[in-house]
């Protein structure tokens, strides 16, 4: 193992689970703590969120379906998106959000692309999904819904998030702005099958509300036996080691190879995170706010209150032995989420700008040397800067982590 | 017995071995891509990660699965990039499949299909699209014992199907379990020249040394003629692209440019009149970065290469003759992909054919493959199988529960390997499995 090992991109060569370092990151655990601080306040404010957009969304399902009543739902869900992005850079370590072993809640919450003929009909197919086949599912229940996605790579994603989005939005073929399902199909007399539509909104709401409440739980200060209580007591090197890889994977594998270089290759309109809603940019944009919270140490919640101090923060340890490397990771931060604000200023951006946002789908389009990918272009070069960074860090701390090891989702 | 050499650390090679020994192992860009190439690699992991849909879907570009499949993404059977397993009891195969045929050969010398079912079993449907069924499996345990007296137990599986959607099988139909193969290292063992290959060869142990190795010799969409097989438990496929679309087609439903055509038998009728994804449901550009992934998946380096009990291991494997079929190292002629090109690479197969007798045989042939030939599989990064996949079922049917029961399944070419390791106390047979756990 102590070979001259000459390589691109490979930054350390011990082994992670024992990393021999000679720091010992001593001043880690309140690290550790803080972190664990802001992510609970996180998932708090998500947790709140989803349980708004269930009350929201319960005209829909309990018989006063009106325009108004599901364009409040709408608002609800883009608001409830807000916090749960702004966790998802705790997605990639086998926490509790994505441990097989707890449930693999992220699939329940997050799963894309959709099944969503699965769901309830398509253009082309009047007469598709669980709604529309009372034959085959008689009720629409937790257990016929959790089935379907109780075994990933075997059945089809029906619930979570973009599930509840194609409930309130429907597919989108409007290439100027999302999809546009008329309230009548919560109206029984009107739309097909609204009765059981209104059930399917009811449980999957339900649902997103107790994975939610799961993962809330684990995070949960001061409760023995949780995830956090063992997360804060592991090894310095270790729970650090957790924090970056989770970082490094959500900045490079997710955000810029899946998310971002994925459609910008495939130029797919719909191959987008939110492609209903076309929250995607939104969704991004509070990705990167996430990395900045994890870094930086500190969480503006939904309503305005501050949590976390910026002196127990991944920054601090980061400054302590590299403060040029430190500040290249705030600059490099602030830089990606400049980059992502600014696509609604785009002049290729057209007269449709969603909730001050250039919707993602029109961007992508056309070619290399037009502004709205070339700006796309600048968001993956910030990002794989970052990543780089991030490995940095890595190294700046001992712990063996290379770039190559974010390059997976 | 050539002495340790340093570049064995480096199994693909300068620019194509990773360092990560994590659950990541297997799913690592190869450190030598350019900056392209890795954005590349990131859009293929993507379609590789992700899973595929029912059309039609707003997602144009990932819908179209079925109407019949095995899995709804690449991922669900190669986890991590990694290898399949058996099914827990009472469970339908997922990352395991099972291969159909009756007696004779299609047009171009392969497998012919079975006339209801095709080539391959697929449990499930898209609505409104019965699957073709299920399976069960049942397993017998048979003791034995080592030299030393130390006793051991060998598991195998029986195959019977619970319920067949489409009617019977016709009667003389022939099975073969398959579990998934770990996908990194592949693009490596693609640009290892024919001629290197063919070395290895001989078909009719012209050397009696008891080993014959024979190359698999297979039909090729692309060059539309018979070429040699490379990949797969027979090496019955000849290129990653034709092993991908085949896979894409026959696991998951995809029609592409190479397979037109949707995977539905004459009866079955839903299957045919359902909706598709396109034609074909998958680009050329959506292939072509798959198989690019598949490429260039970086191969794990070696640990503890110069423990001695690790050396120890490697004497012993070579003198049992493990080498004379995982042939431990080649190097890679020429491709446009720098990372693959004039590698020195230790994958530890020959990728030829042996007979390995009576108990592994699937009584399938495929191409020139008889029913008790197999390929040798590649052995390098398989100490990390447990990090990965977290289990560590071996064979094409995932029967070998260990390193250990995997070696004392071989039969035929392999017996007189298979008798050294038996015949070892158990200090060496220790050693012996170290080493391999340090590929």
Redesign the interface.
């Known amino acids: ?1 102590n ?1 001259p ?1 000459v ?4 930054l350390s ?1 011990s ?3 024992c990393a021999p370092t000679a720091d010992t990151l001593a001043d880690a655990p309140p690290v550790l703590e803080n972190y664990a601080t802001v992510l609970y306040a996180e998932y708090d404010d998500t947790l709140m969120g989803a349980t708004a957009l269930r009350t929201h969304a319960t005209p829909l399902f309990a018989g006063t379906a009106t325009q108004a009543a599901l364009d409040d739902a709408r608002a609800a869900w883009r608001a409830s998106r807000v916090p749960y992005q702004q966790t998802e850079y705790a997605r990639f370590y ?1 926490g509790p959000i994505d441990d097989p072993d707890m449930g693999n809640v992220e699939s329940l919450l997050n ?8 769901i309830d009909y ?4 009047d007469g ?2 669980i709604i529309n ?1 009372p034959t ?1 599912y008689p009720t629409i229940d937790a257990s016929v819904i959790r089935d379907e996605n109780a ?7 029906t619930a979570g998030y973009h599930a509840i989005e194609f409930l309130l939005w429907g ?3 409007n290439p100027d702005g999302p ?1 546009n399902r008329s309230y009548t199909d919560y109206v029984v007399g009107m739309g097909a099958n609204a009765d059981r539509r209104r059930t399917y909104l009811d449980v999957s709401t339900q649902l997103l509300v107790d994975d939610l409440a799961q993962v809330h739980a684990e995070w949960t200060p001061a409760t023995p036996g949780n995830y956090r209580a063992s997360f804060v007591a592991v090894a310095p090197h270790i729970g650090i080691g957790r924090i970056l890889l989770g970082m490094g994977k959500l900045t ?2 997710e955000l ?3 998310r971002i ?2 459609p910008f ?2 130029k ?4 987008e995170h939110s ?2 809603s076309d929250n995607t940019v939104a969704d991004y944009t509070h990705d990167v706010q996430g990395l900045i919270n994890a870094y930086f140490g500190t969480y503006t919640r939904t309503d305005g209150t501050v949590v976390g101090d910026p002196t127990r923060s991944l920054s601090s340890l980061v400054h302590a032995r590299d403060p040029v490397l430190d500040m290249r990771v705030r600059m490099q931060l602030q830089q990606a989420l400049t980059d992502i604000e600014a696509w609604p200023t785009v002049s290729s951006c057209p007269s449709v700008v969603l909730q001050g946002m250039c919707p993602f789908d029109q961007l992508i389009a056309g070619t290399n040397a037009d502004p709205g990918r070339m700006a796309v272009q600048r968001v993956l070069n910030d990002l794989h800067a970052i990543a780089t960074s991030l490995a940095q860090v890595a190294t700046a701390l001992g712990l ?1 982590l ?1 770039s ?2 974010f ?3 | 017995m050539p002495a340790y050499d ?1 570049s064995e ?1 480096m199994a693909g090679g ?2 194509g ?8 192992a297997y ?3 190869m ?2 891509l350019t900056f392209e190439q ?6 293929g ?3 590789d ?3 595929w ?11 179209g ?1 079925g109407p019949l499949y095995n ?3 690449c ?3 190669h986890s ?1 990039d990694g290898r399949g397993q058996p099914p827990a009891p009472g469970d ?1 195969m ?2 395991m499949l099972v291969r159909l045929s009756v007696p004779g050969m299609d047009e171009h010398g392969g497998p012919l299909n079975e006339p209801s079912y095709g080539g391959q079993f697929q449990p ?1 449907g898209i ?1 409104g699209v019965d699957g073709e069924g299920a399976t069960h499996l049942e397993w017998v345990e048979t003791p034995g014992t080592y030299a030393d007296g130390t006793a051991y137990s060998l598991r195998h599986a029986s195959l019977s199907f619970t319920s067949l959607a489409y009617g019977p099988m016709q009667a003389d139909t022939m099975f073969s379990m398959r579990v998934a193969s770990s996908q990194y290292g592949l693009g490596l063992l693609e640009v290892v020249s024919e001629a290197d290959i063919l070395a290895n060869a001989d078909p009719d142990d012209a050397d009696h040394d008891g080993i014959s190795g024979r190359a698999n010799q297979v039909w090729n969409q692309t060059t539309g003629s018979v070429t040699l097989g490379r990949f797969g438990w027979k090496a019955n496929q000849p290129s990653l692209r034709q092993q991908t679309a085949g896979a894409m087609l026959g696991d998951i439903g995809m029609s592409s440019s190479v397979n037109p055509d949707q995977n539905c038998t004459t009866v079955q009728t839903e299957c045919r009149a359902a ?1 598709t994804g396109g034609a074909p449901e998958l680009t050329d ?2 292939l072509d ?1 798959l198989v690019f992934y598949g490429q260039t998946l ?1 191969v794990p380096a070696r ?2 290469v110069s423990d001695p009990t690790v050396l120890r291991g490697r004497t012993l494997f070579r003198d049992a003759g493990c080498a004379d079929c995982h042939v431990p190292s080649f190097t890679t002629g020429t491709s446009d992909t720098a990372a693959l090109a004039h590698q020195h690479i230790w994958p530890y197969t020959d990728l030829l054919l042996h007979d390995m007798g009576d108990d592994l045989a699937d009584h399938r042939p495929d191409y020139a493959a008889s029913g008790s030939e197999w390929r040798t599989p590649p052995l390098w990064g398989i100490g990390l199988l447990r990090t990965v996949n977290r289990h560590e079922y071996l064979l094409h049917d995932g029967r070998a529960r260990g390193l250990e029961e995997a070696i004392l399944w071989h039969g035929g070419e392999g017996e007189a390997a298979r008798d050294a390791f038996r015949a070892m106390s158990a200090a060496d047979r220790g050693a012996l499995v170290r080493f391999l756990r340090s590929l």
């Open positions: 193992m070979k090992f390589l691109p991109l490979v060569l082994s992670f689970a086998v799963s894309w692309p959709l099944d969503e003929n699965t398509v253009m082309g197919s598709s999904g086949d085959t075994t990933p790579g075997e059945k089809n994603i597919q989108d073929f999809g490079e594998g810029a190879g899946q270089h994925t290759t495939t797919d309109q719909e191959d492609c209903f063996d290379q190559s090891d390059q997976s989702m | 340093p650390e300068t620019l071995t990773t360092r990560t020994t994590s659950q990541d799913t690592q860009p450190p030598g890795n954005g590349d690699f990131a859009v992991n993507s379609f990660a992700d899973d849909v029912v059309a039609p879907a707003s997602t144009a570009s990932r819908d699965l899995a709804t993404s991922s669900s059977c991590r339908e997922l990352s499930h609505p909706p550009m959506i970065l970086a640990r503890d």
